[in-house]
């Protein structure tokens, strides 16, 4: 008779590093969980949801999820998907029929959904560019400000920018999946925010995943911050901050709570720890309730031979990416991971090999592309694991 793995020193490190990244101001406050083959072995909230309002972190607080909304987002399409509603190879003008970017010699190619999900379409990000770049220059929102656009009117702005190359010569993280929202809600006979409620939050029994937070959910919400010459700085309305890169990410917090906003399929969600975690892992066992074991094998397949074009230790599938090589990443992950992440500060990731499943949650937003909390908390995960 096998004897069950013990977690405990995992508990011990995991704990330490958290207290550790509090006492050092690196965050105001994380929820971390993990997940061992299918069972919850650490799950802890951490430090302080809204420090000037002394509110504790709770497992249930909620977090704008920013970039891990694409998950949702493309799960959402394989369900489409599999009801026959869509296929990989469609053309987005089957539902989108004025969404015609043309390349730089204007030419209008034909955009897939597959090029959608794979971020393989040309499209880009206004954060991206310099700051009076093509897309600021038609005035298109990225999803995290407050921008007083419908989700028609900014896909029209996208579409109106040449594409940066012909759809699947290259890969380029975009607002490919804003597009796909859109996609999705005309597919389903809907709006975007009740298709993902039917298709991917309801059938995982996500009870706090949403695109505007109700009046009842407001005490709930962590409050954001970023890092400023080294010291923590919480978010106002229309707070520009400048990555490592020097991308440009204009926030506005406040959006969580605008019903008038459009939803947005690339950045839009607001979650919790828990309900992210039940989509990690029907992610790593590939068992989505709306979607074939078949199907959510070929989303987590790499589709990018030669990784990404300025990260080669990292693939893409069709909606998260794909560890390739750790030892080029400088991590200790298995080769084959599927993660991701969110720029307000959240990290997860599905190692398969290992029956792994971690999501991290904190309340700094990413601007390093190794970020001191999710980075600390995985390095101890991984050291501790029993076997």
């Given at each position: 008779m096998s004897q069950k793995p013990s977690f405990g020193a995992l508990t011990l490190a995991v704990d330490a590093v958290i207290e550790s990244c509090l006492s050092e101001k690196l965050t105001h406050g994380t929820v971390t969980l993990v997940s061992y083959d299918g069972q919850m072995v650490y799950h802890r909230a951490a430090g302080l949801a809204d420090p000037d309002s002394n509110i504790p972190m709770r497992e249930d607080s909620l977090f704008r999820l920013a970039s891990i909304t694409k998950i949702f987002t493309s799960v959402a399409a394989a369900a489409l998907i599999e009801q026959g509603k869509m296929r990989l190879d469609d053309p987005v003008t089957n539902w989108l029929p004025d969404f015609k970017p043309r390349t730089a010699d204007g030419k209008v190619p034909v955009i897939t959904i597959r090029h959608l999900l794979s971020h393989t379409a040309g499209l880009d990000y206004r954060w991206a560019q310099p700051e009076n770049g093509d897309y600021a220059q038609a005035g298109v929102s990225d999803g995290l400000d407050i921008s007083g656009l419908s989700m028609?009117?900014?896909?029209?702005?996208?579409?109106?920018?040449?594409?940066?190359?012909?759809?699947?010569?290259?890969?380029?993280?975009?607002?490919?999946?804003?597009?796909?929202?859109?996609?999705?809600?005309?597919?389903?006979?809907?709006?975007?925010?009740?298709?993902?409620?039917?298709?991917?939050?309801?059938?995982?029994?996500?009870?706090?995943?949403?695109?505007?937070?109700?009046?009842?959910?407001?005490?709930?919400?962590?409050?954001?911050?970023?890092?400023?010459?080294?010291?923590?700085?919480?978010?106002?309305?229309?707070?520009?901050?400048?990555?490592?890169?020097?991308?440009?990410?204009l926030f506005s917090p406040e959006r969580a709570f605008n019903p008038n906003e459009y939803p947005s399929g690339g950045v839009g969600l607001v979650g919790t720890g828990a309900d992210l975690m039940r989509l990690v892992e029907a992610i790593r066992t590939n068992r989505m309730p709306t979607v074939s074991e078949a199907f959510m094998r070929q989303m987590s397949t790499n589709v990018l031979p030669n990784g990404m074009p300025d990260d080669p230790s990292a693939g893409f599938g069709l909606g998260w990416g794909v560890l390739l090589d750790p030892a080029l990443a400088g991590t200790p992950q298995s080769p084959g991971t599927l993660y991701w992440g969110g720029v307000y500060g959240h990290k997860w990731f599905a190692d398969t090999a290992r029956k792994l499943s971690v999501v991290i949650m904190t309340t700094t937003a990413s601007m390093t592309h190794n970020e001191p909390v999710p980075t600390g908390i995985r390095n101890a995960i991984y050291a501790n694991l029993p076997g």
């Open positions: 028609e009117e900014n896909i029209r702005r996208i579409g109106s920018v040449p594409l940066y190359f012909e759809p699947g010569a290259s890969w380029r993280y975009s607002l490919a999946p804003d597009v796909m929202g859109a996609v999705i809600a005309r597919a389903h006979g809907s709006t975007f925010p009740d298709a993902m409620r039917d298709l991917v939050t309801a059938p995982l029994g996500m009870t706090d995943t949403c695109f505007d937070v109700p009046e009842t959910g407001r005490g709930r919400m962590t409050a954001p911050y970023f890092r400023d010459n080294g010291q923590l700085k919480r978010m106002q309305g229309n707070q520009l901050v400048l990555n490592e890169d020097g991308w440009r990410f």
